[in-house]
């Protein structure tokens, strides 16, 4: 009998496996295919891009002039390299071409092709990765084939026409030939382009007289391709003895030499010194030619590339600025304007001068003579706190710019806990307790300058000065201690950058050094982006500058006055502790000054590079930003020399507001105020004092207080007169219908013309109305009504904001009821007297004008036989004219009721 157990199902299990692994193996075989398929259309694409691609080999005669560097009016300022030599392969050492082949291609003489896949597959990953053409060639054929044809923009496709030409340099020349191209090209620093300029530059000799060099001669110049700048020998001895020893290592690694031979000559020092080579840049411009290299390469363009040659700068570079930067920072002339020592340890600085309309860089400094280096620290981009030069961009114009300050503003200066424990101290003791917000920027004044920024709040000022370029760090933004440079970074650069709108109304243009570069074949292989920014308002910008005038003229900035020129600018001072605290109040880190004339924005800091107790400077005999301030008036004075002097569309602010005794007197600048009434004119006279008289304007306002009581036989519901207008203008008023709770409007008449209403009750209250503004100390009325009782109001404002200045003051005063000629003819019918003036009592009207005015009214007659309306006319002599201006309409800024500064 059959069993009932299921059957095993380890047959199936095992067709299963069979099935995958079939599967697997498909799949790998179709792998390989694809593979293989790519492989081949990669060969056969490749193959077709070599034989297509166009191949001058009339370039490779070509032997690159030195690069010319254009100033900003286009003429030629000074070369860069040497251009390519010409020397014979025969002429160059067999031990440099060995130590080259060691390092830089072990496998050229041995490879059939010239291709170095692994290092191509690495330097594009690394490419790709970074976004960059940044790799170099990996092979001789391909750096040859860069330096002879790829003078043109990185772009995607460079590294591909990099290895094409270098597989074509290879079908076309024997290897030697490319040696040959190789050392007549290559860069080897300072200045020095090709072998032979290099081997008279380090070392003295003449290759095409006495072709030889020593092993350890011979690696450090086949060391230097890699990165020539960083290795230097006259630069960085260290870093070129460390990477010489890498190129004897490799000499003995591929048999070129022995091992011990390598060990020994490890020993050697460098043996190298400075030999002329003619012409040098850095030495016909020293400052110029590292700044300029230091940009290059902070834009993407290395010292390698320019001074290959064959290229044509083009810069924005002013020569009169920057020949006055290389007397103040290169020689001796201004050593009295520096502080401290003139030799061993110096204090150094920085400089940066751009034009403000343009943004092109005139000028720079990165270095004194005493610690200068070729391509060594540039000073134009080192960091440091600005002190109290940034005060101008971080609190006082965006407090302008927000409408609710003005240079008479005042300001909260005394010392006090601003939160958290932050109290900061002011450098002047004896300073005031409330400060007009000009003496708060003009003399520096620490207290009210962050006081200031707490009342704009401190995130209105921290992205006011991010707009401006002003680098702030996430935690600093919270920090008030920024109103006054605390935990901030900035450079020349920065500041001069920073400083720009202030001078151009209000726009700032991107800081920029080279227009373009232009390669032998005429192509434009770079170009400065240039971008435009409105930082602030036209009338921010040209406030800022009256105040950082005044700064120059009456405050800190004193030193950088230069005789017909406007100067308007900001120093600054930090510290050697935080916070003028701690055992040495009087040590200072760093000086700056940040200023403009209408034609060039400047930055100049001064300070150790590193500040130690040995090292530092100190308030005594004069504030570091001082010296700063005189070393900037030093470069702009040599480079304007030739020029018509400037000044600034508007001047300073008055001195009087930047007096330590200005805010008390602008707190209540009127005093004294009196009312009279003139019988002769018929106006009522104000007059006051003011102790800010010509740095103000007044306004003035009147309120009607009440009219007279109506006469006997008059209506009780009303009085109705009329006030004639100067130069055939008019004035009227109509009567109200009685009752105890009337509303008047009152106003001034025209003086050239114009029309004034009033509408008054009996017991009527109006509120002050604007009637006229002046700039003396006197005012005339002369639209009031007889018997009435007014109240004028005084109040003081800026000339320039109109914004209130101080608190009004008001007098009261009732105007006589004779006040009205009783002359000309009345006509009346009814009841009433005639020959009244109108609206006084009975039924009658007339008129009083003044230079052929006229004003009329209608009466209502008292309750009598027909209460019959009277009418006549009248003409005579009249009031003055009443102040110019429409009451109704006050001039824009005129305050509708007295208020005060923040």
């Known amino acids: 009998m059959r069993s009932k157990t299921p059957a095993s199902s380890s047959g199936k299990s095992s067709v299963k496996a069979k099935k995958r692994g079939f599967s697997v193996g498909k799949s790998v075989v179709g792998l390989l295919i694809l593979l293989l398929v790519v492989v081949i259309l990669f060969t056969v694409g490749f193959f077709l891009l070599v034989q297509f691609t166009p191949f001058n080999q009339t370039k490779i005669n070509d032997f690159n002039s030195p690069t010319v560097v254009y100033d900003g009016d286009n003429q030629k300022y000074l070369t860069l390299g040497g251009g390519s030599s010409s020397i014979p392969y025969s002429d160059i050492p067999v031990q440099l071409s060995d130590a080259l082949v060691a390092t830089e291609d072990h496998t050229f003489w041995t490879s059939p092709s ?27 054929q391909e750096q040859v084939a860069k330096m002879v044809y790829l003078t043109d923009n990185k772009t995607v496709t460079y590294k591909v026409k990099q290895v ?22 290559v860069y080897l620093g300072s200045n020095a382009t090709g072998v032979e300029q290099a081997a008279k530059l380090y070392f003295g000799i003449d290759l095409r007289k006495h072709p030889h060099l020593s092993w350890d001669q011979a690696a450090l110049l086949a060391g230097l391709p890699q990165a020539p700048s960083a290795y230097d020998p006259l630069l960085h001895p260290h870093a070129a003895l460390l990477r010489r020893n890498v190129v004897l290592q490799n000499l003995a690694t591929y048999g070129y030499i022995p091992q011990s031979e390598a060990l020994q000559l490890m020993k050697k020092p460098l043996g190298v010194s400075a030999h002329s080579m003619g012409e040098n840049a850095f030495g016909a411009h020293p400052l110029f030619t590292n700044f300029l290299l230091d940009w290059a390469t902070r834009h993407g363009i290395s010292p390698a590339e320019l001074m290959q040659g064959g290229l044509k700068v083009y810069t924005t570079v002013d020569p009169s600025v920057q020949s006055a930067l290389h007397k103040v920072f290169f020689t001796s002339q201004y050593d009295s304007d520096w502080p401290g020592p003139t030799k061993g340890t110096v204090v150094e600085g920085g400089a940066l001068f751009l034009d403000p309309k343009t943004g092109g860089i005139l000028g ?39 409408g609710k300050w003005t240079y008479t503003s005042i300001l909260d200066n005394t010392p006090h806990n601003f939160g958290g424990g932050y109290e900061p101290e002011g450098w002047d003791p004896t300073a005031p307790g409330k400060i007009t917000l000009q003496y708060g920027l003009q003399w520096s004044q620490n207290v009210a300058s962050v006081w200031l920024l707490q009342q704009l709040g401190i995130q209105n000022g921290v992205q006011f000065a991010e707009s401006d370029g002003i680098p702030i760090s996430p935690t600093a933004q919270h920090q008030l201690g920024i109103a006054i440079g605390g935990n901030l970074d900035v450079s020349p650069m920065i500041m001069a950058q920073a400083y720009e709108p ?51 003229e009456f405050g800190t900035g004193q030193l950088a006055r230069i005789d017909g020129w406007g100067v308007a600018g900001k120093t600054g001072t930090v510290q050697y502790s935080p916070g003028l605290v701690g055992n040495h109040p009087n040590w200072v880190r760093t000086g700056w000054f940040d200023a403009y004339t209408p034609t060039m924005v400047g930055s100049i800091y001064i300070g150790y590079d ?256 027909a209460n019959p309306t009277g009418g006549g006319q009248s003409s005579g002599s009249g009031n003055p004219a009443p102040p110019a201006g429409d009451p109704q309409n006050p001039p824009a800024g005129a305050p509708q009721s007295p208020s005060a500064n923040p």
Request: hydrophobic share 35%.
């Open 114 to 140: 010239s291709i170095d896949f692994r290092s191509i597959l690495r330097a594009a990953f690394i490419d790709l990765w970074t976004g960059n053409a940044t790799q170099g060639a990996s092979t001789i």
């Open 164 to 185: 094409v030409l270098g597989v074509q340099l290879s079908r076309h020349y024997t290897k030697q030939e490319i040696l040959d191209m190789y050392f007549n090209r």
């Open 364 to 402: 720079a400094a990165g270095s004194r003579k005493q610690d200068y280096t070729k391509l060594g620290i540039d000073r134009v981009y080192s960091t440091s706190s600005p002190g109290s030069s940034i005060k101008p961009i971080m609190e006082y114009a965006p407090a302008l710019q927000s």
């Open 502 to 552: 202030f001078d151009d109304n209000g726009v700032q243009m991107q800081a920029h050094l080279i227009n373009e570069i232009v390669n032998a074949k005429g192509q434009v292989i770079y170009r400065d982006p240039v971008a435009a920014k409105q930082i602030m308002t036209q009338k921010t910008a040209r406030d800022m500058t009256r105040l950082m005038e005044d700064v120059v």
């Open 610 to 865: 590193v500040t130690t107790p040995e090292h530092h400077m100190s308030w005594v005999t004069l504030d570091p930003s001082g010296n700063a301030a005189e070393l900037w008036r030093d470069v702009v004075a040599n480079a304007v020399a030739n020029q018509t002097p400037e000044q600034f569309s508007v001047g300073p602010y008055p001195y009087a507001n930047g007096l330590g005794s200005a805010a008390q007197v602008l707190t209540q600048p009127i005093s004294n105020l009196q009312a009279s009434w003139n019988m002769a004119t018929h106006q009522v006279e104000l007059n006051w004092k003011s102790k800010a008289a010509g740095t103000v304007d007044y306004q003035i306002s009147r309120e009607l207080v009440s009219l007279p009581a109506a006469s006997p036989g008059g209506s009780s519901d009303g009085a109705t007169g009329t006030a004639g207008a100067a130069n055939g203008g008019s004035g009227s008023n109509t009567a109200g219908n009685g009752g105890s709770n009337q509303t008047t409007s009152s106003s001034a008449g025209a003086t050239n013309g114009g029309t004034g209403n009033v509408t008054a009750g009996a017991n009527a209250s109006s509120g002050f109305q604007f009637i006229g503004k002046t700039s003396s100390t006197t005012f005339a009325d002369p639209v009031t009504q007889p018997g009435a009782t007014y109240t004028y109001e005084v109040q003081a404002v800026d000339t320039s904001s109109q914004l209130a200045v101080g608190q009004p003051l008001t007098v009261t005063i009732t105007i006589p009821l004779s006040t009205l000629p009783n002359s000309g003819a009345g006509g009346t019918t009814g009841s009433g007297a005639s020959g009244n003036p109108a609206g006084a009592t009975g039924g009658s009207s007339g008129t009083s004008a003044a230079s052929g005015g006229s004003g009329n009214s209608a009466g209502t007659a008292p309750s009598g036989a």
